[in-house]
């Protein structure tokens, strides 16, 4: 059954943590509708994390601390929901994904969730092939997690959390151990991904530039806050966004500094093809 409206939705949503004497999360009021793609940025210790565990319930269900407001997840208070419940409904991938993945094999890891379901085992076998026919990974059916990439690791991780079915897949700093071309292959798996599935996509990235051109959104924190929200070329234009200590992608500070130079231009442009694409139409504007 799918419900109408916001997958997400945080209600005047504060924490701090146990012993900390700030709240980290202050006041958070924010709806993400199903089958958005949501950039989260913003400055190291912004808050980024505390507002992903928030959804998936590692907060309060496994970090204690003082909480008030809710966040709903598929119209669920996460806080009054079982984390085994919530894990259905958010698919989470760790930044290494060395976390997630620990069984013998790459099949086997990928069913080690949905075995802990008690899910019956045709289904299982089927969910484990459509996740890694989905991530194209079903040729490591049989390899040890040890003698995987990188790359595939990441790959792993997400089959693992796709094969539960979720309405929400989250990943924080999914590209940070990856070199340029596996973090590029993996935001074009990311994307294939949103639209195959339609499910609804939150990152946390700090290199803007590699997924700026698949997001619908851009969230920017600053000290427990959403300083900024917006469409990715309304957002990285505007002067706060800069402001606020993320990595400004070099087309959209480029088409900024042409901007204040007189030149206008369209709209900014999200990669450098897009920039070229400007300057060609219109270079005498
Ligand atoms: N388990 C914890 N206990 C106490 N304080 C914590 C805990 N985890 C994070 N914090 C604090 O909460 C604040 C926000 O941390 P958080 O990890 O959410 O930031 P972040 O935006 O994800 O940063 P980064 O970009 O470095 O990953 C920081 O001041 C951090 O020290
Ligand atoms: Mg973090």
């Not at 079903?138 to 995987?148: D, G, M, Y």
């Not at 706060?240 to 500070?253: C, D, F, H, Q, S």
């Given at each position: 059954m799918r419900s109408v409206g916001a997958v997400i939705e945080f209600r005047d949503y504060s924490f701090s943590y146990l012993g900390g004497n700030r709240a980290v999360l202050d006041l958070i009021d924010l709806k993400i509708e199903r089958?958005?793609?949501?950039?989260?940025?913003?400055?190291?210790?912004?808050?980024?994390?505390?507002?992903?565990?928030?959804?998936?319930?590692?907060?309060?269900?496994?970090?204690p601390g003082d909480r008030k407001g809710s966040v709903l997840v598929d119209g669920l208070d996460v806080a009054?929901?079982?984390?085994?419940?919530?894990?259905?409904?958010?698919?989470?991938?760790?930044?290494?994904?060395?976390?997630?993945?620990?069984?013998?094999?790459?099949?086997?890891?990928?069913?080690?969730?949905l075995e802990n379901l008690a899910m019956p085992r045709n289904e299982i076998r089927e969910r484990v092939s459509w996740a890694m026919n989905l991530l194209d990974i079903?040729?490591?059916?049989?390899?040890?997690?040890?003698?995987?990439s990188d790359g595939q690791k990441q790959r792993v991780a997400i089959a693992g959390v796709l094969a539960m079915k979720p309405s929400v897949l989250i990943l924080d700093e999914p590209t940070s151990l990856l070199d340029p071309k596996t973090a590029s292959q993996l935001v074009s798996t990311v994307n294939q991904l949103h639209d195959s599935l339609n499910i609804t996509i939150i990152v946390v990235e700090h290199r803007l530039d590699l997924l700026a051109g698949i997001a619908t959104?851009?969230?920017?924190?600053?000290?427990?806050?959403?300083?900024?929200?917006?469409?990715?070329?309304?957002?990285?234009?505007?002067?706060?966004?800069?402001?606020?200590?993320?990595?400004?992608?070099?087309?959209?500070?480029l088409y900024t500094l042409l901007r204040q130079s007189g030149l206008s231009i369209g709209q900014p442009p999200l990669s450098p093809h897009e920039l070229a694409e400007l300057l060609r139409v219109k270079p005498n504007d």
């Open positions: 089958g958005e793609i949501v950039i989260l940025a913003g400055p190291t210790g912004c808050g980024k994390s505390t507002l992903l565990r928030s959804i998936n319930g590692l907060i309060p269900h496994m970090y009054l929901t079982p984390m085994s419940k919530i894990a259905e409904k958010v698919g989470f991938v760790f930044q290494n994904p060395e976390n997630q993945i620990f069984m013998f094999s790459v099949e086997r890891d990928i069913a080690f969730a079903a040729h490591l059916a049989k390899t040890a997690p040890h003698e995987l959104r851009i969230l920017i924190m600053q000290d427990g806050t959403i300083r900024l929200d917006g469409p990715p070329r309304e957002v990285l234009s505007k002067r706060e966004a800069e402001l606020a200590g993320i990595g400004i992608p070099t087309v959209t500070r």
